[in-house]
């Protein structure tokens, strides 16, 4: 008997040393739990021939297909397209907890309010470590579908309960509570023209989903003898820092001012000065209205480059517009990184800016009105040149008719004087 416990003693301290030995020399295996957004009757976002709920789950997939082919990893979904239920945000990060999960990563689609936000964004913990973990892993994701995908990078961000003071979104506080870093991926939104022309691209939504599994595989150093891929953890040194908590950004940019700079007119174009600034999380689009209280805009990122797919840190930009959208006042307002949104004063641009049809208009305009002027004119001098004629012959008809009546008075006179004469003769001869 002792000799078999002695045995029973030797095996469990060789498992043990075995299992030790196997832990330090590969590691343990990596555990990643995809949560596929929404699920049951909820459908999420929807719009047009676009359902949240699907494109989730679809994109999920392609995560777990791709993953799986890296070694050291075991990834799960929290359910598949069977579920006919919602899980709760506490039920999806429990079952991130029994499959003992390195990282909760849920995956979703977007909308905004006014379908005018484009982009794709990162929600990570504002609460010290995990922020910094969803930050490293959200950076690759975000690079690799912004540089392949050609999408606009919106950033990574937090969000804060007023009534809790803990993370906003159900998903990462239920993670973090459990001790998973986690972070949600909100891939494009399906309501905007620009994202949407980038949902038209063939196989879009398998590329995001192998897209995100290469930035997991990468974030944890996980290497690929079937895709002959070799990694080494990845690891970023721009966000180095002893904070606990990284508040949100909640005031609007500090400063904007528009102005006019130059005016081209061959090719019709304003082109305006915008400066900004924001202390916070930086600048990320610019638009403007006719009206000041306007937010259904069309926006445009931070940077010269219209076709721009990262916001710049440049304080000032030279914007243009085209010239037959400046027929009245405009206002320039900018948007910082969560989108709150500061408006300059009007850029008065109607007397300083008209299109080339509206001055060749103009210039027609004052042809013509110099034409009437001279016709008026010469009719006016004709009409004169009547009048002074009519009056001519007035004046020359009574100097005739004066002088006639003159010769008359003369004549009359005289044969009254001659009269005279002869009767003055005939007295002194009698």
């Not at 949407?196 to 930035?215: H, P, W």
């Amino acid at each position: 008997m002792k000799r078999i416990g002695y045995i029973a003693v030797y095996l469990c301290l060789f498992c043990l040393l075995w299992f030790g030995w196997n832990d330090c020399c590969y590691g343990k295996e990596t555990v990643v739990v995809i949560d596929p957004g929404h699920g049951g009757d909820n459908k999420g976002g929807e719009f047009e021939q676009y359902t949240e709920k699907y494109m989730d789950m679809e994109v999920a997939e392609y995560i777990v297909e791709r993953l799986s082919e890296y070694d050291g990893v075991s990834v799960y979904l929290t359910h598949d397209d069977t579920e006919t239920k919602d899980l709760t945000r506490k039920e999806r990060a429990t079952i991130a907890n029994d499959a003992d999960a390195d990282f909760l990563i849920s995956v979703h689609f977007n909308m905004s309010m006014n379908h005018n936000l484009y982009g794709t964004e990162i929600w990570t913990s504002a609460f010290s470590p995990y922020y910094y973990d969803g930050y490293r892993l959200g950076e690759i994701i975000l690079e690799k579908n912004v540089e392949q995908l050609g999408l606009f990078n919106r950033g990574i961000k937090t969000r804060i309960s007023d009534k809790t003071n803990k993370d906003y979104y159900g998903i990462i506080q239920n993670g973090v509570a459990n001790g998973i870093p986690t972070i949600i991926i909100e891939h494009c939104h399906i309501d905007e023209e620009r994202d949407r022309e980038i949902l038209k691209q063939a196989d879009v939504l398998k590329n995001f989903g192998y897209n995100d599994a290469d930035a997991i595989a990468e974030y944890f150093g996980l290497s690929s003898s079937k895709l002959g891929i070799l990694n080494e953890v990845r690891k970023n040194t721009d966000i180095e820092s002893t904070e606990d908590i990284i508040y949100p950004d909640t005031e609007k940019p500090h400063f904007v001012c528009a102005a006019i700079d130059t005016i081209d007119y061959d090719n019709n174009i304003a082109y305006i000065k915008l400066e900004a600034t924001d202390n916070g999380s930086g600048l990320q689009y610019y638009a403007y209205c006719e009206n000041r209280d306007d937010e259904n805009v069309k926006l445009y990122p931070w940077n010269d480059d219209i076709d721009a797919l990262y916001p710049t840190d440049n304080n000032q930009i030279l914007v243009s517009i085209p010239l037959e959208n400046t027929d009245k006042e405009l206002y320039f307002a900018v948007y910082d990184k969560y989108d709150n949104r500061l408006t300059a004063e009007e850029v008065t641009v109607i007397p300083a800016i008209k299109t080339i049809d509206a001055r060749e208009n103009e210039l027609n305009s004052d042809n013509e009105q110099n034409i009437v002027e001279i016709t008026n004119s010469s009719d006016e001098k004709e009409d004169a040149k009547k009048n002074f004629n009519i009056v001519d012959a007035v004046i020359v008809c009574l100097l005739v008719i004066i002088a006639i009546a003159s010769t008359v008075v003369l004549v009359y006179i005289c044969r009254l004087d001659r009269i005279r004469k002869r009767k003055r003769k005939n007295v002194k001869r009698d």
